[in-house]
């Protein structure tokens, strides 16, 4: 069965110093790789993916990821936080065939303290 | 951008009443739609993919009787939480793929319905 896992659940972390959110997935067959972020009462809002190609993507808010394949890991990084940046992050697999069906992981927390 | 709409964003309600959520794709046409509930500090969880057209494919555990689904047109499915009860209060959030190929499209959220049963 495919799995998403989010290893830190909260990441507080100082304004300007650099991050890293964890993500790892299990799957037995091709999948697409998402970072959402969800800020309070709000929906989710993608932040980046890896469709195919370079496995480096970035956002256009200073994020970026890098897909491993041998490590089955999709890690989220940022060199430099700001305070606008606390919010959940949620690192989602789909599938490259059949279903449109997305799993994400549990989430983390970043709060970026002043 | 692709844009989902989800109304009402806030609603209260009594025990034993229904209340029903809807989520609408404004500027794309969405064959598939998907309904998600998420509890206090945790991750999404999919309770249904809802296809225009057709019957809702429900997840494991989640009552169809209950959370009722309908997905009317290509730009609208609704989510009706029937006979609500307190356990049922929860954050709805409802998402739709815009274009043809699963899994590649980005999923595009509404920004979600709290509900609060009395």
């Known amino acids: 069965a495919q799995s998403v896992t989010q290893l830190d659940s909260q990441v507080p972390v100082f304004e300007e110093a650099p991050v890293e959110l964890r993500c790892n997935y299990s799957s037995s067959v091709s999948v697409y790789l998402f970072w959402y972020v969800q800020y309070p009462n709000q929906g989710l809002q993608l932040l980046l993916k890896y469709l195919s190609g370079s496995t480096l993507v970035e956002s256009i808010n200073g994020f970026e990821a890098e897909f491993n394949k041998s490590q089955t890991s999709f890690h989220l990084r940022k060199p430099s936080v700001h305070i606008s940046d606390t919010a959940e992050y949620f690192c989602a697999v789909s599938f490259t065939s059949g279903t449109y069906k997305y799993i994400f992981g549990t989430g983390t927390r970043l709060k970026v303290l002043a | 951008g692709a844009v989902v709409s989800q109304h009402p964003s806030r609603v209260i309600c009594k025990s034993g009443t229904s209340v029903k959520i809807e989520c609408r794709s404004l500027?794309?046409?969405?064959?598939?739609m998907f309904w998600y509930r998420q509890f206090p500090k945790q991750s999404l969880m999919l309770m249904a993919t809802?296809?225009?057209?057709?019957?809702?494919?429900?997840e494991q555990g989640v009552e169809k009787d209950k959370f009722l689904i309908n997905h009317a047109s290509l730009t609208l499915s609704t989510l009706t939480v029937t006979s609500a009860h307190p356990e049922d209060s929860s954050f709805y959030i409802c998402?739709?793929?815009?274009?043809?190929?699963?899994?590649?499209?980005?999923?595009?959220f509404g920004a979600g319905s709290r509900l609060t049963v009395l």
């Open positions: 809802s296809n225009e057209g057709s019957k809702a494919t429900y």
């Open positions: 998402s739709a793929q815009a274009g043809p190929t699963p899994g590649a499209n980005v999923l595009t």
């Open positions: 500027d794309f046409q969405a064959t598939t």
